[in-house]
């Protein structure tokens, strides 16, 4: 195995384990947000402003699984 | 494959100062966010108004509501500066998805070799810029903290003598200042550099109306970064003002 494939190898474990996490959190995230919604509909946009609120708290790990990502592909 | 530079690049230099290629696009949507602004300003006090105040103004009563369901009454005093925020970034990533941003190349002769490098490049997906926009964030909520509290009040939340679990909750809570300012960075960079690699590769693989849905979703993905930014913004603002309990 040479350095351009392992590089390679690299960048798709980092981004590929790193999505994993972020998945299954914002999976519960939204089956969470439309179960309080089916019981408690008036409060919808209190719901949808935590809701998007904490997608970006999960969403954050996997940008920064990206970064490292594209950092190692393109430097 | 196409060139992807992580980094923006340099077109020329004034003074010593490299003007790149995300300064430029900058510049302009900067030289339209002010034209907006004046007309927005004009057309307040005028008596017959234009289609564009009202959709303006709809777009802004929207993203009033929500600010005032996490701030209350303090609204007023911040909003100015959290819908700078939104509209700003709003505009930056949008600029980014324009025909020609990217793909204009030009000539620049760098080290005795010639680059083409593109003219115009978003500016949320050139590092330095969301790394300003963090720094302003978070500078801003320290300095709203110290206001509404005084410098007592506020330093009284990070450093807690009452037992050692408190102390080190405190000694917690000043790492995580710093590290909104990574979070915050690098979210908003790496949703728009993302979009913007992902919209290279798609249209150099399918160039014939495949890169159509990922430009709606890039469009999608705008809106939301800026109001996750802003709202992030008002969130931590909202908990550095608030008496500590």
């Given at each position: 195995?040479?350095a ?5 190898l690299?960048?798709?474990?980092a981004?590929?384990?790193?999505a994993i996490?972020p998945a299954?959190g ?8 439309v179960?309080?919604?089916?019981r408690n ?13 904490s ?9 920064y ?8 592909k393109?430097? | ?5 992580i980094?923006?690049?340099s077109?020329f ?5 490299s003007i790149?290629?995300?300064?430029i696009?900058s510049?302009?949507?900067?030289t339209l966010?002010i034209?907006i602004?004046?007309?927005?300003t ?9 289609g564009f105040?009202?959709i303006f103004?709809s777009?802004?009563?929207m993203v009033?509501?929500?600010f005032?369901?996490?701030l209350?009454k303090?609204t007023?005093?911040?909003f100015?500066v959290l ?11 949008w600029a980014g998805l324009l025909?020609?941003?990217?793909s204009?190349?030009?000539k620049?002769e760098e080290h005795g ?8 490049r978003?500016?949320?997906?050139d ?5 300003a926009?963090?720094?302003i ?7 709203f903290?110290?206001k509404f509290?005084g410098?007592g009040?506020?330093?009284s939340?990070?450093f807690n003598?009452?037992?050692?679990i408190?102390?080190f909750v405190?000694?917690?809570?000043i790492?995580?200042?710093f590290?909104k300012?990574?979070?915050f960075?690098f ?9 913007e690699?992902?919209m290279?590769?798609i249209a150099f693989?399918v160039?014939?109306l495949?890169p159509f849905p990922f430009?709606?979703l890039e469009v ?9 930014f802003?709202l992030l913004?008002?969130v931590?603002?909202n ?7």
């Open positions: 195995m040479n351009e494939a392992t590089k390679l690299a960048v798709a474990i981004i590929g384990l790193g996490g299954l914002i999976g519960m995230i939204g089956s969470k947000a179960e309080a919604l089916g509909p008036e409060a919808e946009s209190q719901i949808r402003t935590a809701m998007i609120l997608l970006a708290f999960a969403e954050a790990v996997a940008i699984a990206l970064v490292v990502a594209l950092i190692l393109f430097t | 494959m196409p060139e992807i530079s980094k923006a690049e077109i230099h004034v003074l010593g100062f790149t290629n995300s300064l696009l510049a302009v949507v900067f966010f034209i602004a004046i007309l927005y004009k057309d307040i006090s005028a008596s017959k108004k234009s105040f009202y103004n777009l802004l009563q009033y509501g929500l005032e369901s996490i209350g303090n007023k005093l911040f100015p819908s700078a925020f939104f509209v700003w970034i709003l505009f930056q990533n025909p020609g941003v990217g204009i190349l030009v620049v070799r010639i680059l083409h490098i593109p003219l115009l978003g500016n949320n997906a590092i330095n810029g969301t790394l926009l963090a720094l964030s978070v500078i801003m909520i320290q300095a903290g110290i509290l410098l009040g506020y330093l939340k990070f003598f009452s037992n050692p408190n102390f405190g000694f917690l809570d790492l995580s200042e590290s300012i990574l979070s960075t979210r908003l960079f790496g949703n728009i550099f993302a979009g690699v992902l290279t590769i693989l160039p014939v495949a430009l709606l999608f993905v705008g809106i939301v970064q800026a109001l996750v802003s913004t008002t931590f603002l908990m550095a003002i608030e008496k500590h309990h």
